[in-house]
Structure formats: C-alpha cells, structure tokens
C-alpha cells in the first residue's frame, strides 16, 4: 500500500514533536526545585526540605512554642536589711512585802504560818532570791516553796543572807510559806519571828526583741532551677555576753551556735525547702544582743535548658564563597592593615598580651607591658599567645594557667578565671575568648551543637577535651565557606500572644544572637546573613522575664 506524500510529512512531523516533548520533560525534571515549582505552578511542590506554601514561599519551620521561662543562669544574691536581735537581762523586784509576823504559843496557833504569793515568767527569770530583815525572834523558823522546805533554821542576825530559790522548784505560781513550830511542853514559851523589808529578786530577760524576721521572694521558674542557696551575715556582739543564734529558714533549724561575733559568717539554706513565693528567715537570741550587717542570700541557678528549633536547607541555596581573614576574628590571621588592638592575632604576631574582654580605655587591650598594677585594668586577665600570663600578673586573678582560684575575682569568679571555671564545677567548659553572646557564656556547664560557634577558639573542659557535640560537628566546617544566595530570602517570623505587652526575647540563631524588644504581636526579620547549609538551629532565650510565644516560623522565598 503506498502512502501519499502528505501522510509522510505528518508522520515525520509527529515525531518530531514526540523528541521535543522528551527532551522538555527533561529539562524540566532537571530543573532546581523552586524554578520547578514555579514554571509548573504546583503549589504542593516542596522547596529544599520544607512545605511550600506558594509558587515562591517555603516554610521551613513552623512550630507552636507556648511559655519560655525566664531564668537567671547567673549568681542573684537577695540584700537583707540589718536586724538586731537583742534579750537584755536586768535584776528587778519581783515582790515587796513591808512586815510579816509570825507567832506559835501552846494554845495560840492561828499565825503560826503566812502564806506567800509569787508569780513570775519562769522561762524569763533566773537567779531568783529571798531577802528580809529580823526585828525580833525567838526560836527557829521554817521557810517552804511550793510544799517544798528550802529553810529551817534559827536565825541569830538581823541582816540574813539571801535564800536562794530554786529554779528547778520554782512554777509560773508559786507559795512561800513562813512558819513557827510550837513551843510543845514549854508551855511558857512563844515562838515567834518579826520580818521586816522582804524582797524577792531575779534577774529577768525581755525577750520582746529577742526574735527578728525578713523575707524573700523567690519565683516559681527561678525555684524550679535552683542548684544552691545560702545566708551571708556579718554577726555584731560581745561573745561573752550572748548565747547561740539560732536561725530558721521557712520553719526549718539552719544554724544553732553562738555566733563567731566579728566575723563573716554563711550558712547553706535547704533548697527543697524553698517555697515560691515569700521565704521567711527568722532570728533567735535568748541572751545578749547580735546586730547581723551586711546580710543576703546567694541563690546560684541550674544552666536552664533553653528550647531549641531545627530546619534544614539544601546547598542549592547557597553559593561557595572564598574565605578572607577579617579584622577582630580568632582565626590565627593578621589582617594586612588591622591593628594591634583590634585583633588578638596581630597582637600575638607582636608578642603582646591580649585582654579578651574590652578594657575602658581601647589601648590597653593589648599591652607589650604589663606592671603589677596594670593587671585589674583586664577583669579577665592579660594572656599571650600561649596562654600565659605576664609574669608581674601571675597567681592573680585571671591567671588561667596556675590551677587556683584566687580570692578577690569579680563575682562571679568563674566567668573570669579558668581555674574557678573548673572549681565551680569540674565538667564545665571553658573558652579563652569572651564568647560573642557576653562573658557569661565563658564557662558553662553543657555546649548544645549551635553554640560551638559562640567560642571562636573552641570550648575545652579541665582536661582539655572538646565537648562531645562540637566534636561531632566539626566535619561540617566547610559550612563556612558557603553564602545564601542572593536570590533568595530567609526570614523568621515570632507571632506573640498579645500586642500591649512588651516581649523582650534573644534568639540565637547558628550562634549569632540578636534580640527581639517589641510590643506588637509580630516580628519578623531577615536571617540571611545567619544561614548555613544543612542543620540550622534557633535557640529562644527569655532576656528579663517569661514570654509566651504563640508560633515561631522561618519561610524560604525566591526573590529574583
């Protein structure tokens, strides 16, 4: 059957159409997956690693976050104002009798015994005496207190000692009775006392002011990571006028001793007695006075476990860029034409020493000489390439390399010293350099995976191991080497519960922090300059109090 020449054409024509349509189809399947997505208008098409949510948008993230608690990591200490506590002891009369008299004959017994009331605060007297004077007597005479007889006896002076009663007999009510035996067969006798001027004395101690109490408030977030709490107190007396101070922290005994008078004084407060809310510290003394100066509480919190986000971006999505040393980084470079004082290397290359948090005065970050009294001029001390301190600086606060913690750091020491680091705590991590989120990341108890970076020259514990999450992220140092391309945003998006109060909140986003400080309901912002290829991670730190954060949401999106 012959074909006619038109059919051939047609033939030739479609299968020329059908090769085209191939080779379109591959290009299309070879084409990045956000050109992909926007040539085809699927708007389902996912975007690197996450869920596109049009033609040019991806989210990256999108996660409900709820309440960051806000935590003070650092050292708070609670001022207390000065109290005395103060028992003073006085003599004083407890009772004045003018004249008793007392008189036994064989047929007359009616005041043959005179009863004596006494009351008295057992608890507050002490020392407790009878005194009287004798006008006129005749025979011996019987003294009782509370049934009990303390005197039997003639009494041949007019100015008789004191009688001396009892503590033990003594109750809060008490009866003296006064007595005269009969005379038996001589008839003719009488027995009888005249007692004038009768005095019962003690020494008595007011305890109105005896006892002191202060207080503070501790928050339920701030309760919950609590690692240690004590009492300061500089204790004023005369230590042979006073008796033990006895402390109790929300009812519970701290301390009970008498009180080293002069001298700085602590104790440790329980911290599972701690209650959120008010915490009552209450004072004895039953003797003396004390006057505690300079009083507070030491609270020293837990590192609390901030939460942390992770989105992932493909490296089609950045493009490879040349590394150049800068000025200021921790890189072992000396910039050509950066100076001295603005980069530790340039001033190593000089055999200085360099201060790694900034002096008050730029010039004397790096100093070639360091005289004894130059060594405070850098709180965290002066150090050379190798580490060491100078040698008018050595076994001085900051001196990282003499295994002491020396008294008189600024507190807290272990931010500014190596050595108290590792006293606070042997498993802490330690960076040379003043981490670029401040000096309280210096020491640290745990190093997460996005803070490796935070510490240009590497954490390191007492035995001079990396910590094991930056250990396992240092295959991925060529991370470094890679820049978002330009042609596309990243940006971050924090939706807050309410738009009238003020939300204040750092994100740490790859180890660059930045901080959010807004009234409004929503933030955003551009992260492209803190993006990395693969595992990106955002760390939510509250800065002064607890925010509650309804969504946080990163969104990739082609710009041009």
Not at 132 to 141: A, E, K, L, S, Y
Not at 268 to 282: E, F, I, M, P, Q
Not at 391 to 401: A, S
């Amino acid at each position: 059957m012959a074909y006619k020449r038109g059919q051939t054409y047609a033939s030739n024509a479609a299968a020329f159409i059908a090769v085209v349509t191939v080779l379109i189809i591959l290009y299309i399947l070879f084409l990045p997956p956000d050109i992909r997505s926007e040539l085809l208008g699927d708007k389902n098409a996912i975007l690197g690693n996450g869920t596109s949510t049009s033609a040019s948008s991806t989210v990256l993230l999108k996660q409900s976050v709820g309440q960051i608690t806000y935590v003070n990591t650092n050292d708070k200490t609670y001022d207390l104002p000065t109290t005395r506590i103060y028992a003073p002891t006085s003599g004083q009369i407890l009772k004045t009798v003018p004249a008793i008299n007392v008189r036994s004959a064989l047929f007359d017994k009616e005041k043959a015994t005179y009863n004596l009331d006494l009351n008295i605060d057992r608890t507050a007297t002490s020392n407790v005496l009878l005194s009287f004077n004798v006008r006129d007597h005749r025979g011996p005479i019987s003294i009782k207190l509370n049934g009990k007889e303390i005197f039997n006896a003639e009494i041949l002076s007019a100015n008789p000692k004191p009688i001396a009663l009892n503590h033990e007999d003594l109750l809060d009510t008490n009866t003296i009775t006064f007595s005269v035996p009969s005379p038996g067969l001589a008839f003719w006798n009488v027995n009888s006392y005249a007692i004038e001027n009768l005095q019962i004395t003690g020494d008595v101690t007011d305890y109105s002011n005896s006892i002191g109490l202060q207080h503070f408030i501790i928050s339920q977030s701030e309760k919950d990571n609590i690692e240690s709490l004590s009492l300061f107190f500089s204790p004023i007396c005369d230590l042979k006028d006073v008796n033990n101070l006895r402390i109790d922290f929300n009812g519970n005994s701290v301390y009970n001793s008498v009180a080293d008078c002069g001298t700085r004084t602590f104790t440790v407060l329980d911290k599972n007695t701690v209650v959120a809310g008010s915490n009552d510290l209450r004072f004895y003394s039953t003797k003396g006075s004390y006057t505690l100066d300079n009083m507070y509480v030491k609270v020293t919190m837990k590192t609390p476990t901030n939460k942390v986000y992770y989105f992932d971006m493909s490296e089609d999505y950045f493009n490879s860029k040349s590394t150049k040393a800068r000025c200021g980084d921790y890189d072992g470079v000396c910039p050509a034409g950066c100076d001295d004082i603005q980069d530790a290397d340039c001033c190593f290359d000089r055999n200085g020493y360099w201060c790694s948090l900034p002096t008050l005065d730029l010039n004397n970050r790096c100093r070639y000489y360091v005289a004894s009294d130059d060594c405070t001029t850098c709180k965290t001390g002066y150090y050379d390439n190798s580490g060491d301190a100078p040698k008018n600086c050595e076994k001085t606060c900051g001196d990282n390399n003499d295994d002491a913690c020396i008294a008189g750091c600024v507190q807290p020491d272990r931010y500014y010293d190596k050595d108290c680091c590792f006293a606070q705590n042997p498993d802490n991590f330690w960076c040379k350099e003043t981490p670029i989120t401040g000096i309280a990341d210096k020491c640290t108890p745990s190093v997460a995976p996005g803070q490796c970076d935070l510490c240009p020259s590497g954490y390191i514990n007492k035995d001079g191991s990396r910590p094991d999450s930056c250990n396992q992220a240092a295959v991925d140092v060529q991370d470094d080497t890679y820049a978002m391309s330009n042609q596309y945003e990243l940006k971050i998006i924090v939706r807050f519960l309410d738009d009238t109060n003020r939300k204040r909140v750092d994100l740490n986003i790859n180890g660059h922090t930045f901080r959010i400080d807004t009234t409004d309901i929503e933030y955003s912002k551009v992260i492209n300059d803190y993006a990395r290829k693969g595992t990106n991670s955002i760390e939510i730190l509250p800065v002064d109090d607890n925010v509650e954060i309804v969504e946080l949401r990163v969104e990739l999106k082609k710009v041009a």
